[in-house]
């Protein structure tokens, strides 16, 4: 066994997986909507678009989607496009449920579970692109080893982007900022999009404000937004 099949299949997962009681519509949801989303990731992915009514073009997948309020409103400004949301966190699952049920959403699909057993499972070049949105920095440093981004993961992002396609990143905590800016320079699969510090400063166009991103600013701690673009 190769040292990363051997770190993916020892790698624990850190975090919380509930949180309060289930609404009970959020419970029927799960059970019933779910598993009409749910990527099966026990069949051999072929081609990403037959995983959606449309057949699309493009597809993004957004790691850690919280409340699910960003992948929600890009899923309803792009209706052509394909949306792959995986989060781990029940609550966090089922408010998403909630809101596709709500808008009739059939360009969105959903991995309950670690992103790390879907991006494996992912085709070679199958994405337009990856969010990762405020994740949860892990700020002790004997902790740092649990951060989603490490040159690992840098990695298995590059096989799945397409060439020319995004990594988009966002955090309020400058140590994780420069800890995701180090290892995506060093890696020649991406490149910082950035020629100004209002390109870093400033959210992407489109950019939807998460509740977790309005309670930092209210705290005081100052967003920070990297675009990578994925070298040919």
């Not at 699309?56 to 997948?61: A, E, G, K, N, Q």
């Not at 960003?70 to 781990?88: K, M, V």
């Not at 499972?121 to 405020?134: F, I, R």
């Not at 166009?205 to 100052?222: D, F, I, L, Q």
Request: charged share 25%.
């Amino acid at each position: 066994m190769s040292d990363t099949a051997m770190h993916d299949r020892t790698r624990a997962f850190y975090g919380r997986r509930k949180g309060h009681a289930l609404k009970r519509q959020q419970a029927t949801l799960l059970e019933t909507l779910l598993p009409q989303l749910a990527v099966d990731l026990t069949s051999l992915p072929k081609n990403l678009a037959n995983l959606f009514p449309n057949q699309p073009d493009d597809t993004w997948l957004e790691i850690g989607f919280g409340g699910g309020e960003h992948l929600i409103a890009r899923a309803q400004a792009h209706p052509e496009t394909g949306f792959i949301g995986c989060e781990p966190f029940i609550n966090g699952m089922a408010k998403a449920l909630v809101a596709i049920d709500a808008n009739g959403l059939k360009n969105i699909r959903l991995h309950f579970g670690d992103a790390i057993d879907l991006i494996n499972w992912l085709p070679e070049a199958s994405l337009t692109g990856v969010d990762l949105l405020y994740p949860d920095p892990w700020p002790k440093k004997r902790h740092w080893k649990r951060r989603f981004v490490q040159d690992e993961t840098v990695a298995k992002l590059a096989r799945i982007i397409r060439p020319g396609g995004t990594f988009r990143f966002a955090t309020d905590i400058p140590h994780y900022a420069a800890w995701t800016l180090e290892r995506l320079m060093r890696t020649p699969s991406f490149s910082w999009t950035a020629e100004k510090a209002d390109d870093w400063r400033l959210p992407w166009p489109e950019w939807v404000e998460t509740r977790y991103e309005a309670k930092a600013k209210r705290e005081g701690r100052t967003p920070a937004y990297f675009i990578f673009r994925r070298s040919n």
